[in-house]
């Protein structure tokens, strides 16, 4: 939404990590972020004033008041499932899920918080199948006690996986947004995603005991496993890893594999500084827009209720942006009314130098009858007017005729040019004059812009 800010805190064992977002025309931008390192070893509860008191100095550093915030929690602090019921529970998915929540957790319905997603429906079969996330109580309780430290309502929480599906979704054209596997090494833990057009389709989170002293191996094997799973795909599988050396020997053995195609991942496009970062990102995207991987473990109850200042400003600004098309329309029919008036007067000037030239035309006219009539009393064999015209054409422009006089058939012309030599080829080639020649030495005029001041001769031909 427009103008939407949100706030992303991924809480981890070992540290807590902060990302704020602001949302525009040009799209999400981010605003600033952060990282905090945690004590090992200390139980939550521990943590809560600490972490509270973290973030409360972040939001009064940054001067932020978000609309919207939301929690990560470890992914070893849930129970993550896919789950496959008949289709015609549908209508009552909760209500189901909570009467068979044994059959698929160890843990009774009256002691954890539960969220589910459709993730496929094969009418086909008549059958569905969900994403189904579980935590206990306590531990999501702890989280939501953070509230009272920093003085913000908790709009959701989650666990790092679907927030990590999350970011990658909104990263497009990266690889993220296909069918691809994520490793993310991340303090003690290894966590393995398998999505599917960004979609969390698969996901597992192991401490390292689990792994030993052979890393590579066990992703290898884990990977393998994932590969299957998204819907058998053949050939290479993207794999982004998070956390890792871009010079580890895991990298290198991986990119040995040909069954993979591998690739650290590119944080150009958010600004993070950190791996790390990318749960939180996912986090504070869910207050901007809706995310494909929608999970919220706080009951609906106690969620903090979207603000709709965004919203409000939205629709004030679109009906401010009417309003101003409809004055800029206003505004373009008066100008293009004034416009018009000048083009009209503009029209009427024009008429009036029409007018005028049509004036001259006639007199021009009147004068080369008298100068034919003249001319035919001289019994001329061609007409003087014929002898201004073909001197007029072979005169070029950078000269000019001062004075030009006719005696038996020859004719004396003076005047200015800035290269004299080239007007006795140009005569001479007109077949209406011959004998073309200099009457008189070729001389420069300062006062006429050192132009040659030229005498010519020349006959009219018979």
């Known amino acids: 939404m427009l103008f939407q800010t949100s706030f992303g805190i991924d809480i981890q064992d070992n540290s807590i990590s902060l990302v704020y977002l602001k949302a525009s025309f040009k799209g ?10 945690l004590e090992k070893g ?64 160890p843990l009774p319905a009256d002691e954890i918080y539960f969220d589910y997603q459709i993730v496929a429906e094969d009418k086909a079969v008549g059958k569905l199948k969900l994403l189904f996330v579980a935590a206990k109580k306590e531990t999501v309780d702890l989280y939501l006690n953070l509230a009272a430290h920093i003085g913000f309502g908790i709009s959701g929480i989650e666990i790092s996986s679907t927030a990590v599906a999350n970011y990658f979704s909104s990263q497009k054209s990266s690889d993220g947004t296909g069918t691809c596997a994520v490793v993310c090494l991340r303090d003690d833990r290894l966590e393995l995603d ?28 884990e990977l393998e496993r994932q590969k ?16 890792f050396d ?33 749960p939180a990102y996912g986090l504070a995207l869910k207050g901007i827009r809706k995310q494909q991987t929608d999970i919220n473990l706080v009951p609906k109850e106690r969620r903090k ?17 009417v309003v101003l098309a409809l004055a800029w329309g206003g505004g373009s029919i008066i100008s293009q009314q004034l416009h018009l008036r000048r083009l009209n007067a503009e029209i009427a000037l024009l008429r009036v130098e029409v007018a005028n030239i049509e004036q001259a035309k006639a007199k021009y006219k009147k004068k080369e009858d008298r100068i034919e009539y003249l001319s035919s009393l001289y019994g001329a064999s061609i007409p003087i007017l014929d002898v201004f015209k073909d001197l007029s054409v072979r005169i070029p422009k950078t000269a000019w005729v ?18 004299s030599s080239e007007l006795i080829p140009s005569l001479e080639n007109s077949p209406l004059f011959r004998d073309v020649a200099f009457r008189s030495s070729i001389t420069r005029v300062k006062s006429e812009g050192n132009k040659e001041f030229f005498r010519i001769g020349l006959k009219v031909a018979k």
């Open 305 to 321: 209720r979207p603000n709709k200042a965004g919203y409000y400003a939205m629709v004030a600004l679109a009906g401010l942006l």
């Open 228 to 243: 299957g799973g998204l819907e058998d795909r053949e050939g290479c599988l993207p794999t982004l890893f998070c956390g």
């Open 42 to 105: 200390i139980p939550l509860k521990e943590k809560v004033d600490l972490i509270g008191g973290m973030v409360k100095d972040f939001l009064k550093k940054n001067s932020i008041s978000p609309v919207s915030l939301f929690l990560g929690i470890p992914r070893k602090s849930a129970i993550l499932r896919y789950v496959e019921l008949p289709l015609a529970v549908k209508e009552n998915l909760r209500e189901s899920l909570g009467y068979e929540m044994e059959k698929y957790i």
């Open 194 to 221: 398998g999505l599917k057009e960004g979609f969390l389709d698969c996901s597992r989170s192991v401490d390292r005991g689990e792994w030993g002293d052979d890393l590579s191996g066990f992703i290898s094997r």
């Open 402 to 419: 001062n004075q030009l006089t006719f005696s038996d058939h020859e004719v004396i012309i003076k005047g200015l040019a800035e290269s």
């Open 246 to 278: 871009a010079e580890s020997e895991c990298i290198d053995y991986f990119r040995a594999d040909e069954r993979l195609d591998i690739s650290l991942v590119d944080l150009s496009r958010s600004g993070l500084s950190s791996p790390a970062m990318i």
């Open 28 to 37: 999400v931008r981010l605003a600033t972020h952060a990282t905090y390192p």
